[in-house]
């Protein structure tokens, strides 16, 4: 067993085993020296004078080394030490002794990911030490980046912050810092009620966090984001932030105003990413209709989404999060024109009563949203549609919750995503009574979704026999796990293939027969 470090780690940890001496000794019943636990391995320190002592032992070996004097030479520490687990002296770090591990952890949506990979991008870039999301303990400075979109949402991030300030209070951890949509709106309440973390930072403040870790932005690193995600595919952000004033929707709140990326920075961010091997491309925003107005003073997602397929090495394009007002169609001609493009399209809808969408200011009506899809449909045969509902908007009755059963029943989208109202301040509706109990909320959720999965059920029946090109993300037991054109990951249809007997490769494309279908797996073979 070996142990490095300078001085001051044991003389730090001599101060901290020696304020604790009297109080571990007398809880313990034990005398200072006695060792507290013979068979585990432990380690003590002791002090006289300038001359600190680490005594340490691993299984039946004992090693004793004088730090700090003139010598070095090993001897017995004439201050008899007290002993501890040696997990408890090791947690006893001090800055001095060893560089900082960052551990960077990520709640919420792909966009709060992409923020993430870029901080953890600039923080390699200054010579950091960077894990995500990592489970092992090895990390002594942890970054939360929170989420605060709805009240689940906000209540598993305050339950981050709150379990790493007690792992800071014991010890475990030097440094908590806290970024992301939460901090941004929450950051003076969240200041005086968790005063164990380091410091607060907003969306747009990640100049200021590395600053605060000593570390510089360096501009020369945009488009060079280092992904967390698997290495053949990639989130691409187009824009920040949204200029929709829909009554629910706190997100404006918290990311700001709509602004568009360039098209040159955003190609050379895709050139770059394909060259490491990235296959498919996850085009995301707040809205990503609104591309280009700011910037171009003209819609121009079209154009971009050309530039984009022109990347060598990108296969799939798949576009999240369209917003169904002023819906520009030449999107359409683009994902036509491009096989590059999938036919796939997240458009969040929200609802279909023209009450509830009225109270949502969605700026659209049924009527106008079942024109938009059979355009859609039409111009991009074969399309998958993904949409999300919002169930237990204050005003929605009964007979609104039933028109919209009605509509999903009619529309038969290929995906579907439920949301229960939160009821949340300084957004439009605030103002609104929440007058939906909360029963009632989760009922319609689970209600919308069982209309789903017969839906989703029966669609998937009908592609047994067919041949789908089917990308491969993992391996899982005895399965290999991919998914089809119609299908973005973590959120929709799976494609299982026996691994015994098939042969693919991760993170390739490969030619799948479907054999089988559940609600929302596919089986299948390699043809």
Not at 156 to 177: F, N, Q, R
Not at 217 to 243: D, F, M, V
Not at 327 to 352: G, K, S, T
Not at 484 to 489: F, N, R, Y
Request: proline fraction near 4%; hydrophobic fraction near 40%; charge should be negative.
């Amino acid at each position: 067993m070996g142990i490095s470090g300078g001085g001051s780690l044991f003389a730090d940890a001599a101060d901290a085993v020696h304020e604790r001496n009297g109080a571990i000794a007398a809880q313990r019943g034990v005398d200072v020296g006695e060792q507290l636990h013979p068979t585990d391995d432990w380690a003590g320190v002791g002090r006289s004078g300038n001359i600190v002592h680490l005594a340490v032992r691993c299984g039946e070996r004992r090693k004793e080394k004088i730090c700090n004097s003139p010598v070095g030479s090993l001897t017995r520490p004439p201050v008899a030490p007290l002993f501890l687990p040696l997990r408890q002296i090791i947690s006893m770090r001090t800055k001095s002794i060893r560089p900082d591990k960052i551990n960077v952890i990520t709640l919420g949506c792909s966009k709060n990911l992409v923020d993430s990979e870029n901080l953890i991008t600039q923080l390699r870039g200054n010579d950091y030490e960077v894990v995500h999301d990592s489970t092992e303990e090895s990390a002594n400075v942890v970054i939360i980046n929170t989420c605060g979109f709805i009240d689940v949402a906000k209540q598993e991030s305050i339950d981050t912050i709150v379990e790493y300030a007690d792992i800071k209070k014991a010890g475990g951890i030097d440094k908590l810092y806290v970024t992301g949509c939460l901090s941004q709106r929450y950051k003076d309440d969240l200041e005086q009620e968790i005063p164990e973390v380091d410091a607060f930072f907003g969306t747009l403040e990640m100049p200021a966090l590395l600053a605060r870790l000593e570390a510089d932005y360096k501009h020369e690193l945009l488009g060079e984001r280092q992904i967390t995600t698997l290495p053949h595919y990639a989130y691409l952000k187009i824009s920040e932030g949204c200029n929709r004033t829909c009554s629910f929707c706190a997100i404006p709140l918290m990311r700001g105003k709509h602004i568009s990326r360039p098209v040159e920075e955003l190609v050379a961010e895709a050139k770059n990413l394909a060259r490491r091997g990235t296959k498919e491309l996850l085009i995301i925003a707040q809205e990503l209709t609104y591309y280009g107005l700011d910037l171009y003073k003209t819609r121009e997602l079209p154009r971009l989404l050309r530039a984009l397929a022109d990347v060598e090495g990108i296969e799939w394009i798949r576009l999240h999060y369209a917003y169904p007002s002023k819906f520009p169609l030449d999107i359409l001609d683009v994902m036509a024109e491009r096989p590059e493009i999938c036919n796939y399209l997240d458009i969040p809808l929200q609802h279909a009563s023209d009450t509830v969408l009225d109270l949502m200011r969605r700026q659209i009506t049924r009527a106008e949203t079942e024109d938009l899809l059979s355009k859609i449909r039409a111009k991009v045969p074969g399309i998958a549609l993904r949409t999300t509902f919002l169930v237990g908007h204050p005003g929605e009755s009964e007979e609104a919750f039933e028109q919209l059963l009605d509509f999903v029943r009619e529309q038969e989208f290929e995906r579907v995503g439920v949301f229960q109202y939160s009821h949340e301040e300084s957004t439009r509706a605030y103002d609104l009574p929440d007058d939906i109990p909360a029963e009632v909320k989760a009922e319609r959720a689970a209600r919308l979704m069982e209309v789903q999965q017969e839906i989703s059920l029966r669609k998937n029946e009908a592609k047994i026999g067919q041949v789908f090109r089917t990308l491969f993300d993992r391996k899982e037991g005895k399965y290999f796990i991919g998914r089809t054109e119609a299908d973005s990951p973590e959120v929709d249809n799976e494609v299982l293939v026996l691994a015994k007997g098939n042969y693919v490769r991760l993170g390739d494309f490969a030619n799948i027969r479907i054999i089988g279908a559940e609600e929302h797996d596919l089986y299948g073979e390699v043809v």
